[in-house]
């Protein structure tokens, strides 16, 4: 590799054999990032947004009433842990993230308590449905009374 | 358009901190001064949104103001300070060359940038935990750590917070969006592969050096950075370092300002992720032993307190976010010693370990990883400052193995989800040390003092 240095005798033949070789890996590289674009605005066509976006903006109308509180509740189908199923697993990532800084505990051990897509799922008795999503998505956040 | 000015006031930082560190003497070229300062600046940044945060300050323009004010001082006060750079090189790569080598470049960048906008919000752990993490700096309305340590463990709480606090100071300039996490995946490629083709050009190395930015960005690579986690930002610090300090050891020359720069980097390095840490102790270690068995005496305890001296900043504000933030990691906590023991003398645990870095590692840099190990067994003609960079690597690599010995976790799991992004923490500083030990700093086409 030492010879690899440039020297201009050398210039012709290495020079262009290298200068083609960056050319045609750059191009290959290209056309394999355009197919990944491609990609998902084919995916995004079925929808308005990404599906993070999407699911943070069916969140979003909860953030006000949950504003004076530290952490809540969460209650799904399913809780985090390592064996989960990668859905719901996803599902409660994305509902920290979207609801920052706002933490998150799996759940009802909490004055209040967010419900995604859980209906029938068992809550404290007392617990009192506060907001509901505007889109009416299955997303609920009940406040549990301090003295039930 | 005021993300703009969001980008480039890293920039001056970066200039005055790479002048105060190695003065205005013999810089090797434009190209790697611009890329060492916007490293340094980047990382000079996150420093001072973590700092403005921690103290009250609020996630607004109030910072985008206080800091460009800064900026701007710092530069008044070295107004008459500028590099100055090696005579240009006699032979230049030829004109096809160059413009392969830019239009290589520039094409992945594209990619980069192509990718990311497929992912507006980066993969799973890009979301869940660096942008989470920044959501914190960003939105608390009091104290940002408050509550923080309560995150669900999958989110990391323990990580640094480097990315977090460049992402959030970038919102604080412009407002939370997708799209200061895409720029800042941009600039970690530009900044992977200016550093690798700065420090192979100033190993004399021409031609390689046109080469070296697609060796470093193989695919795995650019799909990395699209995904916006920290691995290659460390990766750029860590490449930085080592580049530093092997050219510094092999060209005898602005030594002190080489090891007090490669600190500040090193200690940048370790406060974007855990590995980063370890990057630290390790590198730190093995400067003890070649500075104390190659130089000795106070020349050698002056080096080393020049290298602790310049990760200074990266020391305390991971101390602070540790005391600010008292969370284990997850595979410290999780470990109970007798299953450890068990784990560490378990060989069938060790052999699917080494299988595991011997098939991703092939897979990993499409083949031409292998050509690249093969570089390190040719015999090289500036062998000593890459002989500690390989040491580096080769001890951090012994470290992934270890962690993956005592993980906790299943381990099939462990090694799916996390080698790949280690092989890319180390692979551009193991491919860009591979040429500067080929390189031909004193051949007649490369400047004498160069670097």
């Known amino acids: 590799m030492a010879r690899l240095a440039y020297s201009p005798n050398q210039q012709p033949v290495r020079a262009r054999i290298a200068a083609s070789l960056i050319a045609a890996v750059s191009f290959l590289s290209l056309i394999y990032s355009f197919g990944s674009l491609r990609q998902t605005i084919i995916i995004s066509d079925s929808s308005p947004a990404d599906s993070i976006s999407v699911f943070e903006n069916r969140l979003r109308p909860l953030q006000a009433d949950l504003a004076p509180f530290q952490s809540a509740g969460f209650v799904e189908p399913g809780r985090p842990s390592r064996t989960a199923d990668p859905t719901d697993l996803a599902r409660f990532l994305l509902s920290q993230y979207a609801l920052a800084p706002l933490i998150i505990v799996p759940g009802t051990d909490a004055t209040v308590i967010i419900e995604i897509g859980a209906d029938g799922a068992p809550l404290p008795p007392g617990s009192v449905l506060i907001a509901e999503n505007r889109f009416g998505d299955r997303v609920y956040l009940r406040e549990v009374p301090a003295n039930p | 358009m005021i993300l703009l000015p969001a980008v480039v006031v890293p920039f001056i930082f970066g200039h005055v901190l790479i002048l105060t560190f190695m003065g205005t003497d013999r810089h090797p070229s434009k190209g790697l001064y611009l890329t060492l300062a916007g490293v340094a600046g980047y990382g000079s940044v996150s420093f001072l949104y973590f700092a403005w945060r921690s103290f009250g300050g609020t996630a607004s323009w109030h910072y985008a103001a206080a800091e460009t004010l800064l900026a701007f001082s710092l530069l008044f006060l070295y107004r008459k300070r500028f590099p100055e750079f090696c005579s240009p090189a006699k032979a230049k790569p030829s004109s096809p060359m160059r413009f392969a080598a830019w239009g290589g470049a520039i094409s992945i960048i594209l990619s980069v940038a192509l990718l990311a906008a497929a992912l507006p ?251 690249v190990v093969l570089l390190w067994f040719i015999r090289p003609s500036e062998p000593r400052g890459t002989n500690l960079a390989i040491w580096i690597i080769l001890v951090m690599l012994a470290g992934y193995f270890a962690a993956y010995l005592v993980s906790p976790h299943d381990l099939s799991w462990h090694l799916g989800t996390s080698l790949s992004r280690l092989f890319c923490q180390i692979w551009p500083s193991f491919a860009v040390m591979a040429f500067i030990r080929h390189g031909r700093r004193t051949d007649s086409t490369a400047s004498p003092d160069m670097l």
Request: charged content about 10%.
């Open chain 2, 121 to 371: 919000h980066g993969t799973l752990d890009a979301w869940a935990i660096w942008n989470l993490h920044a959501r914190f700096l960003h939105r608390a309305t009091g104290l940002w750590w408050e509550g923080y340590a309560e995150l669900h463990p999958l989110t990391h709480p323990d990580y640094p917070l480097l990315l977090p606090s460049l992402i959030a100071r970038f919102w604080a300039w412009s407002g939370e969006s997708p799209v200061a996490p895409g720029l800042a995946c941009v600039l970690t490629a530009g900044a992977l592969m200016g550093l690798a083709a700065g420090f192979v050009q100033a190993a004399g190395s021409r031609l390689a050096a046109c080469f070296i930015p697609l060796v470093v960005m193989v695919p795995p690579m650019s799909m990395q950075a699209a995904a916006r986690i920290a691995d290659l930002p460390l990766a750029a610090y860590m490449l930085g370092t080592l580049g530093l300090l092997s050219t510094a050891i092999s060209t005898r020359e602005n030594q002190n300002g080489a090891f007090a720069a490669s600190g500040f980097l090193a200690g940048c390095a370790a406060w974007t992720k855990n590995e980063g840490n370890m990057f630290l102790v390790v590198t730190a270690s093995a400067l003890v032993i070649f500075l104390f068995r190659d130089i000795g005496g106070k020349r050698a305890f002056r080096r080393l307190a020049l290298f602790v001296a310049g990760a200074v900043p990266g020391i305390a504000a991971l101390a602070a976010f540790r005391l600010l933030v008292p969370v284990g990691n997850d595979l410290v906590s999780a470990a109970t010693n007798a299953r450890t023991v068990s784990q560490i003398f378990d060989l069938d645990r060790q052999i699917q370990i080494f299988s595991a870095f011997i098939s991703e590692w092939t897979r990993f840099g499409w083949g031409i990883s292998w050509i």
